[in-house]
């Protein structure tokens, strides 16, 4: 099972629209990593989150931490099409330094 | 500059047969991970290396499989008898440093994805 529950699995949204990824953990995080994966390639790092209440944006996509660091969201404003892709977060949630992963946000941007 | 690099890209391969996996990670980053990605599944950690340190191999599924890091850069993947179920995208990320409670962002390679028939 997963220990970080993404949400929704997919989204497909018209191109302009706001859109809203979760992920979701019953642990306290201690980071939370957002990335971006593309078909046949790598991942690519987004953003970083540490501190509760946090929140970073990068061009039209912004990322919060609650307070509790327990839930994380990746919000984008005004779609492109180059923000189709699969969306995954990652966190260090243990005593030891493996992280664990949300199985993945796959995002569809109709033009 | 370059970033991580995997090879091969895609490796097809007979059950039974043995595969080995390269990574060569960002030059001067020391923590290096290995990860497994099934369709429509997250990341599985297999193994981590951090500089010198003995890695953390807690994620290897079986004893089937094995890595090693040389000179504390380029690193190998060993599936010895590979299984179906061994089919999968192996990633690769390098990351600069670990503070030692927390991860600074890892760079990922492309992936190799291995086809066992």
């Known amino acids: 099972s997963q220990e970080l529950e993404q949400s929704p699995q997919s989204l497909i949204v018209q191109e302009g629209k706001n859109l809203t990824i979760n992920c979701t953990s019953s642990k306290t995080l201690y980071g939370l990593y957002w990335y971006k994966q593309k078909y046949g390639e790598g991942l690519i790092f987004l953003m970083m989150?540490?501190?509760g209440g946090e929140e970073k944006s990068h061009e039209k996509i912004t990322a919060k931490l609650d307070e509790k660091k327990q839930q994380s969201s990746l919000h984008i404003t005004a779609s492109q099409p180059s923000h189709a892709g699969i969306y995954l977060c990652g966190a260090d949630a243990a005593s030891n330094y493996q992280l664990i992963w949300g199985a993945g946000t796959k995002l569809i941007i109709k033009p | 500059g370059a970033g991580v690099s995997q090879s091969p890209s895609n490796k097809v391969t007979e059950k039974g047969k043995d595969v080995e996996l390269r990574c060569d990670p960002i030059?001067?980053?020391?923590?290096l991970y290995w990860y497994r990605q099934s369709l429509g599944q997250g990341l599985e950690f297999l193994i981590y290396?951090?500089?010198?340190?003995?890695?953390?191999k807690s994620g290897l599924p079986s004893d089937r499989f094995s890595a090693e890091r040389t000179g504390g850069s380029v690193s190998t993947l060993t599936i010895q008898r590979t299984q179906q179920e061994d089919s999968a995208v192996y990633l690769c990320?390098?990351?600069?440093?670990?503070?030692?409670?927390?991860?600074?962002?890892?760079?990922f390679g492309p992936g190799t994805r291995l086809t066992v028939t």
């Open positions: 990320a390098s990351s600069s440093r670990y503070s030692g409670t927390y991860h600074y962002e890892q760079y």
């Open positions: 989150l540490q501190k």
């Open positions: 030059s001067g980053h020391t923590a």
């Open positions: 290396f951090q500089g010198n340190s003995a890695p953390d």
